[in-house]
């Protein structure tokens, strides 16, 4: 179909007053869209995909600081986390951003101990992280949005450009599992360790584990489970029965953080370690 | 109307440049923070909400309180507050003004507040906090405005009007409701999960409110022809007295269930915020401050001989206010977040930047009251000996 210049200027204008300038655009240029095929408008077929993803740890595995501070790492360099220090050099806990972490036993699981426990127990370390619940706090209370439940798969996912940093979800998760940028996290990112594959955030906005969700697209395991040692941590499909976390589960004691308020935690602490699955 | 705002006198025009430079200090904190984020606050990780909050919680109660003259002259057809009623609905479009910039001083990325409309989402308490507080709003100030309009021209207020003041009434109760609503449905936070918290915020609410009233009634007369007259005024001492008994009492509850109980996790805020945890005691001082104020100023008010003095009792409003502004507007929700999710102790003080900004949004809150109060105080004085039914 051709038209002269007469002849579109009469399309268009009258178009544009219907508002139907960006439908006829398009009709007339079917071929715009006909070359365009970016690869990213379909989802890889490599993608891990599960109904119900959830995590199983095996504290036992971690014997050193060393095995912790290597999944911390691995995680929060990844996702460009930032890491803010006082000017002595320790933790800057006012400003301080973390996505998973090392807690003692006592704090993980506050009032589970008992008066005759022994020090080193109490102290114990626990990785904690997002525990993606089966029932958010963080997502009923979010009045944008921006912090949602994958229907396919169960992630709680962030959306750093609709957050309004309200700061609702970080006093409706009982984990203390959702960390704000109080100022802009840029500078407190090591260059060494940048990735230039993942966004920075801005400030204002809240942010918390995503269980690796882009990697699980591209079909890779979620970094902290690659990072941790042998057996350390599993990571899979709990609602497939045959799943190595299903097993586990179903098979040997494990216990979850607060499980009496409801949220259904899918973050599992393996208790008695050895073999299993 | 408004022009009636614009002539004052030499005390009026000092008054309102005093509240213009506070404004706008805190403007220049508040484009500071703008600009850095929230860091320059007292706030963290693990006390993700301070003295904002705290404010605006307080507000939200001083706001609703508006419904305590309503209710009597409206519903009661208490004559009585014939006069003071504009005062109560002006002190609540006031209030919700400061609510409204007390929570939009807080958020994280400020220009994405409208998302809470653009993306609505029913589940949210704040969504439906955002969409009470702006029909609040809405109402005190068409009824406010409307009925001295009419008072100004001696004439009874249009009839379509009636309508909104009844509506106003459970408004305001729905208002604080939410409010409280924000706190007692969060999982983990043993503090706040109270089912008494709505009627706790309304009781402080209906003792905070009236008793800023009972003041603002005295300084209006003080400084105007406008006589809001003897008998308002203690009729107000009365329903403090009232709502300040219920909320003690309600207070009682959660010290009962806390303590009788024996739960570890009823008891860690309550101790933290009155005798201290783990060696931090930051907050002992001004809760022990708040409870002897509401003390003292709920024995005051319960002697009509006391109560009948009108200096007493602006003392004890002046006390009660003070009690009540410590305990809702800060011990509340610092005691919320205190011990952490992880049962630590990490305290939480608010900055200078911080508590200027909150200084600048009072101010703001103060300028509309003023500006508000000089129209209708003009108008009183006007038609002083007037009686209009409404």
Known sequence: ?277 | MLEKALVGSKKYWMWVSFLGALILVGLVNYLHQFSYGLGITGLSRDVSWGLYIGQFTFLVGVAASAVMLVIPYYLHDFKKFGKIVILGEFLAVAAVIMCQLFIFVDMGQPTRILNVMLHPTPNSIIFWDVLVLTGYLFLNIVIGWVTIGSDRKSVPPPKWVKPLIYLSIPWAISIHTVTAFLYAGLPGRHFWLSAIMAARFLASAFAAGPSLLIILALIVRKTTKFDPGKEAIQALGKIVAYAMFANVFFLGLEFFTAFYSQIPGHMESFVYLYKGLEGHTELVPLMWTSSVLAVVSLGMLLFPGIRRREGLLAFAAVALFTSLWIDKGFGLIIGGFVPNMMNQVRPYWPTMPESLIALGVWSVGFFVLTILYKVAVSVREETAGIEIEH
Not at chain 1, 176 to 181: L, T, Y
């Open chain 1, 1 to 277: 179909m051709s038209m002269d210049r007469r002849q579109f200027l009469k399309i268009a204008g009258i178009s544009s007053v219907l508002g139907l300038g960006a439908s006829v655009a398009s009709a007339t240029h079917p071929t715009w869209v006909k070359g365009l095929e970016p690869p990213q408008v379909g989802p890889d077929p490599k993608a891990l995909k599960a109904k119900h993803w959830a995590m199983v740890i095996d504290m036992s595995r971690f014997r050193t600081d060393a095995d912790f501070k290597k999944v911390a790492d691995a995680c929060h360099h990844l996702h460009n986390v930032p890491s803010f220090k006082t000017p002595d050099g320790k933790v800057d806990i006012k400003n301080e951003i973390k996505w998973i972490w090392k807690e003692t036993y006592e704090h993980a699981f506050p009032h589970q101990d008992n008066p005759y426990m022994e020090e080193s127990l109490k102290e114990k370390p626990f990785l904690v992280l997002c525990n993606h619940c089966e029932n958010p706090a963080c997502v009923r209370v979010c009045p944008t949005k921006a912090t949602f439940k994958r229907p396919d798969d169960g992630i709680v996912m962030m959306d750093m450009h609709r957050c309004i940093g309200c700061r609702f979800c970080m006093a409706a998760c009982p984990y203390g599992a959702r960390s704000f940028n109080w100022r802009d996290p840029r500078p407190a990112i090591d260059p060494k360790f940048e990735n230039k594959e993942y966004p920075a955030r801005t400030k204002g906005v809240v942010e918390k584990c995503t269980f690796c969700a882009e990697r699980l697209a591209a079909g890779k395991m979620p970094a902290c489970v690659e990072a941790a040692p042998k057996g350390g941590m599993f990571f899979g499909d709990l609602a497939k029965p045959g799943s190595e976390v299903r097993k586990i589960v179903t098979t040997r004691l494990t216990i979850r953080r607060k499980p009496e308020l409801g949220t259904g935690p899918s973050v599992y602490y393996l208790i008695g370690g050895k073999d299993h699955a």
